[in-house]
């Protein structure tokens, strides 16, 4: 996570971009974040690879689990998997440097899908 201006800002692979920006994306998990750095109902900016702001929302909820459990997890505006393997793939291609296993905390984060605005008027 960074900081771009004032707001928050949470990076996303460029291929989740278009998906976010649907609404289809509302969630991510993420082991990189530290204590209040993003409160819920307060807007953050969302950029992409290459850390240029594409849209802002606002955090509607952050919860924590394992990665066990968050595989488990059925919810809306996130893929879904099909074990906790899958997830750890996918978690080891974003946290290289990170010993990642089924007992790992990770933070989900939601934002309100009616609160995205596309980022052009935030700078």
Known sequence: ???TGSLPTLKFADEHVDAILAGEKTAT??????????PEGEPFQLADESG???AR????NRSWTTVAM???????GHR???DSDELIEEL????????IDWSTTVELVYWDA???AESEAVV
């Open 1 to 3: 996570m960074s900081s």
């Open 29 to 38: 998990i993420r082991l990189d974040l530290v204590g209040d750095a993003l």
């Open 52 to 54: 240029d702001p594409f």
């Open 57 to 60: 929302a606002v955090v509607e």
């Open 70 to 76: 968050a595989a488990k997890i059925e919810f809306d």
């Open 80 to 82: 879904r998997y099909e």
């Open 92 to 99: 080891e291609e974003y946290y290289p440097d990170h010993d």
């Open 114 to 116: 009616d609160s995205l």
